[in-house]
């Protein structure tokens, strides 16, 4: 289950909430079978809640939005990637650190 900050993105509304978005947002792509995944959950979702009103925080489940991760080239999850105006800023494969993510949030910020 997600958290109350964490947005669920989807192939309706990826290009509204991320690409023209004004600001930072991090999208974690992620399956329901995925056991790296359903660890790296509750981190996404501390980030949302930290970032909340600064930076958009969510998630794509890859199995019901296939076209996305084909679109961005996942091919290992759990995938994160950072968007800023449209652009990936960064790509993190695999289990990270939230403060990992923090510290790529705030560059875009500051």
Known sequence: MAGIHTIEFTEANFE???LNAAGPVLVDFWA???MPCK???PTIDDLATQY???AKVG?????ANQSLSA???ISAIPTVILFKDGEIKE???GLRSKQDFAA??????S
């Open 52 to 54: 909340a009103g600064k």
């Open 16 to 18: 509204a909430e991320v």
């Open 71 to 73: 679109k961005f080239g």
């Open 91 to 93: 790509k993190f494969v």
């Open 104 to 109: 790529s949030i705030d560059a875009l910020l």
């Open 32 to 34: 329901e079978w995925c």
């Open 59 to 63: 998630k794509v489940n890859t199995d």
């Open 39 to 41: 660890a790296l959950g």
